[in-house]
Structures are given as structure tokens and as C-alpha cells.
């Protein structure tokens, strides 16, 4: 597989350019090309939407969703694809941007796809009961088609839901208290300069306003972050005092960086700390039609403005620590180098594709006092291989080894355990796979004793 290949290379790379082994924890996913983050705060989790930009794409080649989520900011777990174009059987191509809300007891997935019969961009709505899906069409056509993109959703305190969408315009309705009709009307929000900066060299488009608005309230304040100019682009914001404006802009938010010419913001708080979520083309093989969605924590300004911020490698702090103690998801990852996911046979999903030498990373786990045992839930139609329990890096400390064994099949499960010696305090656990040539062996999820 070539991005198999491109990570062999990047590794190769790293290993002269970094001489420790430690790994940042930007982007947020490395098993696939993400792009165009929509996170949501919900029951002590943040549950991260995103899109998914195939291998290799020489466009915004985009068929599905794909969600992560993560207590602590730095360990992610992985949810596969809660929904996909075929979601909404009158979609023919363009999965792209668009937020979640939660709303009535239900989950409401707001994208931007391409509508087959009119060939138009349109807006349709996935529904679950669940944040991890699955999302069904909630109307079975476009709620709303005007040939734009990009929906960002925002429910305000007085419990008036807005839908605000578009590229090159800026548009918005009011939603009604069901989540898939409004009232009102189609209408647009006045690109001007004084409401959102003031472009140069594009008589068409004379605002910085490009795509991408992610709308929310805060002190009262409504701030409309946005993709600004093209291209590269550049994030971009404006407040208001009101929903539907009189917007002002405010400026920068985050500089042209980071190898791919979109960008595409979200702003959440979660447990005392602000974030702000965007995309870049960071993995290896990344670039425009290759995305992955990172993070940074800010603090805002007394004023209430946005601070600019830069996109870095390390990534936000983690809050807390992991439990090593309790049943962990394998595909619970704050770094990892050659693995990919895939859904498990017992249920959710499990790490997979393991060649010798690849690698897991889980970070802050709280061993304590010390741990004496490793349980682990593997499968492999090969002769399988070891899991090597590393610390703080992936040649570090080795605290225990456990024999994953041939079980006849890759979804054929089996629990092995192995004795740990050293694991204590809060380490960060390097799960280091190794074993013979081709794939080793699955792993489902473990725990330490
Ligand atoms: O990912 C496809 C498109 O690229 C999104 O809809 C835009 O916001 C830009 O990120």
C-alpha cells in the first residue's frame, strides 16, 4: 500500500531528524487522512467529526465521515465511519464539511454533499440516538439547495436553532424546533468588508470570507470563525451582537501554515479549557487532498477576543490521566506508526494491518504503585507475534513482552496475558509490535492487572 510505504520513509526521516523517539501528539489521526474537524462536547467526551480524504487523492475525494472521541484531549478513540454518502441515497459524490448538534434527545449531522439529480451542492441531515451513530437521512432529500457548502450549526439560549452555510456566499435559516425544517426563509448574511476584512486582487470577492464558518456564543458575543481567502487559506473571525449580525471582523486567527492551501476551523470549550481544531497536511504524503485535522488550546483575550494562534506538532496538554487499569480500546491512540483500524467481529473495532515494528503510543497512563500483569485480546491467521510494553518511548524500557499467537484468523479472538515488572507512576506506553515478515497479528483492546 503506498502510504505504507510513505510512513516507512517518513520513520527513516524522523529517526535522522529527531533523535528521540518521542512523538507530538499533532495530528490527531494517523491511521487515515482527516480533514475539516466539527467537534462536539457531549456526556465528559469530545466527539470529533471529521471528513476523509482518501490515499493518494488528487481532489476533494471524500466519501465518508469519520468520528474519534477522547476524554482527555490526547487519546483518541476510534469510531470508524458513523456515516457515508451512501447515508443519503439522492447524494452522488462530495462528502464534506459539516457539524453535529445535539438536539431533542437525538444527534444531528449537518453535511454538505453533492445532490446527483441537480448535480447542485446541497445540505442534508444524518439523525441518530447515539453521538457514535449510525446517522440516518432524517428527511430522504436536501433540506436545503442553493449549489453551497460547509454547515455549521448553533442552537442559541433562547433555544432558536441557526443554519449557516456557504461558499462564496454566506447564508442562513432558522431551524425549527424539529432540527430538519426552518422558517423564514432563505436568507444572506451581507459580505462587507467592515463585517469580514477586506480582500485584494479578487474583484468578485471582495471579503476575506472564503468558506468553513463555524458560529457559536460566548459572553453573549456570537463569533463566525472562518476559512478567509484563498488560496492558501487563512482562518479568519467576526463577532456580532446578535445571530444574524451586524457582523465586525476581528482578524487573524490562525495564519497561512501547515502544506495544505484549506483550512477549515472549530471552537469548543471542554473542561475548563478552550480549543481550537483545524486541518493541514502534516502526515506524510499530506497536502491539500490530504488532510489531518490537529488541535491547540488557547485562552482568550480579557477582551473576549481571539488570540492568534500557531499550529504546532505538540498538540493540546492531556487532561488527567488514562486508566490502565480498565478495559481500553486498542484504537484508543494518541500516536501510532504503521497500524490501521477496521471493525472488530465482536463488536466496535480493532488495530490492524500490524507489520513488524509498528507502534501504538497511549499517553499519561497512571500505573501507580505498579502493575504486575498485561492482558491483551488478539486474533491472527498468521504465526502472529509480541506485543512489547514499552515506556516513553518506542525503544524504552521494556516492562514486559506478551506472545500473541496464530488463532486461525484474523476476527478469531483469543486473551493472552503476560507478567509487567516496572510499569509505575504516569508513563507513556508505547505498545511496540513485532514478530516476522507480513501482517503479525490484530489486537481488540487491553489491560493492565
Ligand atoms: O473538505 C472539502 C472542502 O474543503 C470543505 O467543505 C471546505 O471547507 C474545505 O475544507
Not at 104 to 119: A, E
Not at 277 to 286: C, D, K, M, R, T
Amino acid at each position: 500500500m503506498p502510504r505504507r510505504l510513505l510512513w516507512a520513509l517518513a520513520l527513516v526521516c524522523a529517526s535522522i531528524a529527531v533523535p528521540s523517539a518521542a512523538h507530538a501528539d499533532n495530528p490527531i489521526v494517523q491511521t487515515v487522512y482527516t480533514a475539516d474537524p466539527a467537534p462536539l462536547v457531549h456526556n465528559g467526551r469530545v466527539y470529533l467529526y471529521t471528513g476523509h480524504d482518501e490515499d493518494n487523492s488528487t481532489y476533494f475525494t471524500m466519501k465518508e465521515w469519520r468520528l474519534y472521541s477522547s476524554a482527555d484531549m490526547v487519546n483518541w478513540t476510534d469510531h470508524g465511519s458513523p456515516m457515508s454518502l451512501a447515508t443519503f441515497g439522492w447524494a452522488g459524490a462530495d462528502a464534506w464539511a459539516g457539524q453535529v448538534v445535539q438536539r431533542n434527545g437525538k444527534f444531528y449531522w449537518y453535511v454538505p454533499v453533492k445532490n446527483r439529480t441537480s448535480g447542485r451542492m446541497a445540505i442534508g441531515v444524518g439523525v441518530s440516538s447515539s453521538p457514535t451513530g449510525p446517522f440516518t437521512d432524517a428527511l430522504g432529500r436536501p433540506l436545503v439547495e442553493n449549489g453551497e457548502i460547509d454547515p455549521t450549526v448553533f442552537v442559541d439560549d433562547d433555544g432558536q436553532a441557526y443554519l449557516y452555510w456557504g461558499n462564496p456566499n454566506l447564508w442562513y435559516v432558522r431551524l425549527n424546533p424539529d432540527m430538519i425544517s426552518y422558517s423564514g426563509g432563505v436568507n444572506q448574511i451581507p459580505l462587507t468588508t467592515a463585517g469580514f476584512g477586506t480582500r485584494t486582487g479578487n474583484t468578485s470577492r471582495p471579503t476575506l470570507y472564503e468558506e468553513g464558518p463555524w458560529v457559536y456564543k460566548r459572553n453573549g458575543l456570537y463569533y463566525n470563525v472562518f476559512a478567509a481567502k484563498c488560496c492558501s487559506e487563512f482562518i479568519g473571525y467576526s463577532t456580532a451582537p446578535g445571530p444574524t449580525g451586524p457582523w465586525t471582523y476581528r482578524g487573524t486567527v490562525m495564519p497561512t501554515q501547515g502544506s495544505s492551501f484549506t483550512n477549515h476551523p472549530a471552537v469548543i470549550d471542554f473542561n475548563g479549557g478552550s480549543y481550537f481544531f483545524y486541518h493541514n497536511g502534516a502526515l506524510p504524503g499530506g497536502g491539500g487532498y490530504t488532510r489531518s485535522v490537529a488541535v491547540e488550546r488557547f485562552t482568550y483575550n480579557a477582551d473576549g477576543t481571539l488570540p492568534a494562534i500557531t499550529m504546532t506538532t505538540a498538540g493540546a496538554p492531556q487532561l488527567g490521566t488514562l486508566n490502565p487499569y480498565v478495559r481500553q480500546e486498542a484504537e484508543t491512540i494518541a500516536w501510532s506508526s504503521g497500524v490501521e483500524t477496521e471493525p472488530a467481529g465482536e463488536g466496535g473495532r480493532n488495530v490492524g494491518f500490524i507489520d513488524n515494528g509498528d507502534y501504538i503510543k497511549v499517553k499519561g497512563a497512571a500505573f501507580g504503585a505498579g502493575a504486575t500483569s498485561f492482558t491483551a485480546r488478539v486474533a491472527s491467521a498468521t504465526g502472529g507475534g509480541r506485543i512489547e510494553l514499552r515506556l516513553g518511548s518506542p525503544t524504552g524500557t521494556l516492562a514486559g513482552t506478551c506472545t500473541a499467537p496464530g488463532t486461525g484468523g484474523w476476527q478469531t479472538w483469543t486473551t493472552v496475558t503476560c507478567p509487567v515488572s516496572g510499569a509505575t507512576g504516569t508513563r507513556d506506553l508505547y505498545l511496540r509490535f513485532t514478530g516476522g515478515t507480513g501482517y503479525l497479528f490484530n489486537v481488540n483492546w487491553w489491560q493492565f492487572a
